[in-house]
């Protein structure tokens, strides 16, 4: 009930593409679903959240969009760099006290090609 | 940078040995969270404090325990080292007046039993 499915577990794109990362849930007591990017030897980063009330958010190059009805979400990239290339991990918490621990997926290698 | 702040960077020790990693939140956030990073594990929630006091638990070990001190820094106590304990422990940090649940994590301690 817990688990976060993240794919694919690695990516290659091109410099100037769009990196597409998906992730599905299964419990329907998540209600905030954030994107972190990780660097080699560095903490994961918060990326861009968002909460199920809206279908897609946007920052910048990055957007999320949600399909509660499917329990998926997905991370966009628009014209990827290749300072893009990190490690992304999705995650899901709810709002309960005492349950807003972050669950994750096992995590995206993306490699950004120049 | 994150604001949150973890120490020491890399730590080298010998099965059966205790150690004590330390975390420092953001300035005036009260909750920290702790979790473990391993290559076959992936990211996965340890414990959460809250001003003080334990709110959750994840998959922690009972030989693992931590505590949070009154001007909000927390330790974590890891003991009778196994090899498999070799990770890359965080700690994060959320703002009590967070809309949603941002948690800003540390560089991390990487952890390694010989």
């Known amino acids: 009930q817990q688990q976060v499915k993240q794919s694919p577990q690695s990516l290659i794109v091109q410099k100037g593409g769009i990196s597409i990362i998906n992730c599905a849930y299964e419990n329907t007591a998540f209600d905030y679903f954030p994107w972190y990017q990780q660097f080699p030897g560095k903490g994961p980063a918060l990326l861009i959240a968002?909460?199920?009330?809206?279908s897609e958010k946007k920052e910048g190059r990055f957007t999320i969009s949600f399909n509660k009805s499917a329990k998926q979400f997905s991370l966009h990239i628009m014209d990827s760099q290749p300072g893009d290339s990190a490690t992304y991990f999705c995650a899901a918490s709810t709002k309960d006290t005492g349950r807003r621990a972050l669950t994750f997926g096992s995590g995206t290698r993306l490699q950004v090609q120049p | 940078d994150s604001g949150v702040t973890q120490t020491p960077k890399h730590l080298i020790t010998a099965t059966g040995q205790r150690v004590t990693l330390r975390c420092s939140p953001r300035s005036g956030d009260l909750s920290v969270y702790w979790y473990q990073q391993s290559l076959d594990q992936g990211l996965q929630f340890l414990i959460q404090?809250?001003?003080?006091?334990?709110?959750a638990k994840g998959n922690i070990l009972e030989r693992f325990s931590a505590q949070q001190f009154p001007d909000l820094h927390s330790e974590l106590n890891l003991s009778s080292l196994e090899l498999g304990d070799s990770a890359l422990y965080f700690c994060?940090?959320?703002?009590?007046?967070?809309?949603?649940?941002?948690?800003?994590f540390g560089p991390g301690t990487r952890l390694t039993v010989l």
């Open positions: 404090y809250y001003n003080g006091e334990e709110r």
């Open positions: 968002i909460r199920p009330d809206v």
């Open positions: 994060a940090s959320s703002p009590t007046s967070a809309v949603y649940n941002e948690q800003f």
